[in-house]
């Protein structure tokens, strides 16, 4: 594929509540996940594995220092080239979730103009999977189809309202929108992925900046997919959809199962991360390890069973860590117990302290912590 015939749109624009404290300082995008990866790496990595090298993430003004660190010239994603291009834009935060100023649509404007591309990829950062970006765009100009959007066939419970259903007809057109009927029931739920012809993108976007109250890009498209019988593309891989700390809790233990694990991590399409030299983690003869994960430079002494560790953890003797996400540089006491939780980066848990939550309500615990109290949630 030429490296000037397509460009992407990386849209951070929707906010999360459910997610806690998780989002306070950085964009959903940047979270960290199954130990090493950011969301925003899939999303890249995807990008880049079907040749698109013109890039264009979006994100609001306040609290992307989190970008900045993570992708910096995009070197691990092959973005620093000549032939290469990676953009940050920012737009203000004054708008409700769906709206936004003319600044965002003009930034947009002048990118896709410059670009000279003939397709514009726009993607999301709350949808996790690993898709093969490529293939939907072949069958998009085999079409020659103005806007493609993907979609996968998900149970009712994963749905929140943030998300769209779609009617598709038997020759793969969007005819309608749907609903949720039961948590059981499977429906087509849109992935917020959307391949468009970029002239055809350029007109729709001239068009809604004229307003008094522009949507953003994402509900702009939507807007535009029964209308315009936009062809669909049947997505078939792992997905998760991270709207809250429940399904982002979920979906980094999925990642201890195997046939999740290697449908998102080891399929045929890599995922890029940004890389780090540093030891390996040390286990001390001590602990106790079972059906977990480890990122490097971490010192285990205590018991960690069914969870998610990543880099400069340490994890002291008599400790008891189960069915928890530990983000870089946790501290876990001597004695401590941990359960069911969500431990941001440089979280600090003293000694003989417990904290325990739910699966179904796990305890997210911010960044720079340091838990002197114990944190115990019941049931339901």
């Given amino acids: 594929m030429k490296l000037d015939k397509y460009t992407a749109i990386l849209g951070n624009t929707i906010g999360y509540p459910e997610m806690e404290g998780l989002t306070q300082k950085r964009p959903l995008a940047s979270l960290p996940f199954d130990g090493k990866y950011r969301l925003i790496d899939f999303q890249l990595s995807s990008l880049v594995n079907a040749g698109v090298h013109s890039i264009y993430g979006i994100f609001q003004r306040k609290n992307i220092s989190s970008i900045f660190d993570h992708v910096r010239s995009g070197r691990e994603w092959g973005l620093d080239t000549l032939l290469s291009h990676w953009y940050l834009g920012f737009y203000n935060t004054e708008h409700n979730e769906s709206t936004t100023d003319r600044d965002y649509y003009e930034q947009l404007l002048t990118f896709l103009k410059r670009s000279g591309s003939d397709r514009t990829i726009y993607m999301g950062c709350d949808i996790l999977c690993n898709i093969d970006l490529g293939q939907v765009i072949?069958?998009?100009?085999?079409?020659?189809?103005?806007?493609t959007v993907v979609y996968k066939r998900v149970p009712g419970s994963m749905v929140t309202a943030a998300n769209e259903v779609?009617?598709?007809?038997?020759?793969?057109?969007?005819?309608?929108?749907?609903?949720?009927?039961?948590?059981?029931?499977?429906?087509?739920?849109?992935?917020?992925?959307?391949?468009?012809?970029?002239?055809?993108?350029?007109?729709?976007?001239?068009?809604?900046?004229?307003?008094?109250?522009?949507?953003?890009?994402?509900?702009?498209?939507?807007?535009?997919?029964?209308?315009?019988?936009?062809?669909?593309?049947?997505?078939?891989?792992?997905?998760?959809?991270?709207?809250?700390?429940?399904?982002?809790?979920?979906?980094?233990?999925?990642?201890?199962?195997?046939?999740?694990?290697?449908?998102?991590?080891?399929?045929?399409?890599?995922?890029?991360?940004?890389?780090?030299?540093?030891?390996?983690?040390?286990?001390?003869?001590?602990?106790?390890?079972?059906?977990?994960?480890?990122?490097?430079?971490?010192?285990?002494?205590?018991?960690?069973?069914?969870?998610?560790?990543?880099?400069?953890?340490?994890?002291?003797?008599?400790?008891?860590?189960?069915?928890?996400?530990?983000?870089?540089?946790?501290?876990?006491?001597?004695?401590?117990?941990?359960?069911?939780?969500?431990?941001d980066k440089n979280v600090v848990v003293s000694p003989g302290v417990t904290i325990k939550g739910t699966a179904q309500n796990p305890v997210v615990v911010v960044k720079n912590s340091i838990v002197t109290d114990d944190i115990v949630r019941e049931e339901d």
């Fill in 166 to 343: 779609l009617t598709i007809s038997d020759n793969d057109r969007v005819i309608g929108k749907g609903g949720v009927t039961s948590d059981d029931a499977l429906v087509n739920m849109s992935t917020d992925i959307y391949v468009l012809d970029t002239a055809w993108l350029i007109e729709r976007m001239e068009a809604e900046v004229l307003k008094e109250h522009p949507r953003k890009l994402r509900f702009l498209l939507r807007s535009h997919l029964e209308q315009h019988s936009a062809l669909a593309f049947s997505y078939t891989g792992y997905l998760a959809n991270i709207m809250s700390v429940r399904s982002y809790f979920k979906a980094n233990m999925d990642m201890l199962e195997p046939e999740h694990f290697y449908s998102l991590l080891y399929s045929n399409q890599k995922v890029y991360t940004k890389v780090k030299n540093e030891e390996a983690t040390y286990f001390s003869p001590e602990c106790t390890i079972e059906d977990s994960q480890f990122a490097s430079g971490s010192l285990i002494k205590g018991e960690v069973r069914h969870s998610i560790v990543s880099r400069n953890c340490r994890i002291e003797t008599g400790s008891h860590v189960e069915c928890t996400v530990a983000f870089s540089k946790v501290t876990i006491g001597e004695g401590a117990h941990v359960e069911y939780a969500i431990l």
């Fill in 138 to 147: 072949r069958v998009s100009e085999a079409n020659n189809s103005k806007i």
